[in-house]
């Protein structure tokens, strides 16, 4: 195992999504500075599917990521200021706006087909002097051939190192291992991780990764985060220091933010019920879970049921209009 791992904390990113994107200024700036005195490597802001996702599509923020973004950079002594953006939805304006702002770590976000896409961004990062990443969502949709050649067009774009999502939930410890070492074999740059739980796997997944060699991990507060949530970092750093791997992140910071910033504002528990595992099961998009919730509200169908057939249609993130168009076939087809 890689005895040495870097934190990156998604709370106020990929934790918009549980909160329907109404973190207020006062709870992030809570947040961050407990973070900041826990040690985490990069603390992540943004709305839940990054710069620019304040809308009709993905869900308006109730405070402005900007300001959000601003707030955290003025009260943060010790953690780099990050955001994602994903290309299509964000914009280099939104990266310039967000550099201004304090962000100095940029995650460029695309399907994990698609690096292509994200090349000027890396680059126009690169040019502000960011640390850029490579971010490949979905990580489950492509093998590990296809994952490192994608893998190789941010590192030749400039990233600093390459993040591997998965998005879904949906990976097993031996399809983690699999993606994650040919990366580290292979590449030049450092390699990362992302997980969420909706087959309660992202804790041993991240694990995994770290054996396989990756050295920036994913996690969040309580596991904040889109469909069962993410890697629990406080839960994350408690058995890294059992096994002697350094973050160099402090444990019991960690775990009192989550008890006394985290617990009292989530709306709900982050738990893996009936809906979330099928997120897992069938390879769906975490965040489209709320959505569908509210799809099967207005049409009557089971929430289980479009996920199941966004699954068997290989929906990917920036297709959440295709949620309302299930449901509607499904209340039709009855």
Do not use: W
Not at 53 to 74: C, D, H, R
Request: charged share 25%.
């Amino acid at each position: 195992m890689n005895k040495k791992v870097k934190l990156v904390d998604v709370t106020l990113r990929d934790g918009s999504h549980a909160m329907s994107h109404s973190f207020t200024q006062e709870q992030a700036v809570r947040i961050a500075q407990g973070l900041d005195r826990a040690g985490v490597e990069v603390i992540e802001v943004s709305h839940g599917d990054g710069l620019g996702g304040s809308s009709m599509n993905y869900g308006f923020s109730a405070t402005p990521e900007m300001k959000l973004i601003e707030v955290v950079s003025g009260v943060i002594k010790r953690a780099r200021l990050g955001a994602l953006l994903i290309p299509g939805i964000g914009t280099i304006k939104d990266l310039e706006e967000a550099y201004e702002y304090g962000v100095r770590v940029l995650r460029v976000a695309t399907h994990v087909t698609e690096a292509d896409v994200g090349i000027e961004h890396i680059k126009a990062a690169k040019e502000k002097g960011m640390f850029a990443v490579g971010f490949l969502m979905m990580a489950h949709m492509a093998e590990p051939e296809k994952i490192l050649e994608q893998a190789k067009i941010f590192e030749a774009a400039g990233a600093d190192y390459v993040n591997l999502a998965d998005s879904a939930g949906y990976l097993t410890e031996d399809g983690v291992k699999a993606r994650i070492s040919v990366l580290t074999e292979k590449l030049c740059i450092p390699v990362g991780f992302h997980a969420h739980n909706n087959l309660g796997l992202a804790i041993a997944n991240s694990l995994a990764a770290i054996s396989e060699g990756a050295s920036y991990i994913d996690g969040s507060l309580r596991g904040l985060g889109a469909g069962a949530g993410n890697a629990q970092i406080e839960v994350l750093q408690a058995v890294l220091q059992r096994q002697g791997c350094d973050s160099g992140a402090d444990f019991e910071v960690l775990m009192e933010t989550a008890e006394e910033e985290v617990a009292p504002i989530m709306r709900y528990p982050q738990v893996i019920d009936a809906d979330s595992l099928m997120l897992g099961y069938a390879g769906v998009y975490s965040s489209f879970l709320l959505h569908a919730k509210r799809a099967s509200e207005r049409f009557g169908v089971n929430t289980r049921d479009i996920l199941a057939e966004l699954g068997r249609r290989k929906m990917v993130g920036g297709q959440e209009d295709m949620i309302v168009d299930v449901a509607y076939e499904l209340a039709h087809n009855k």
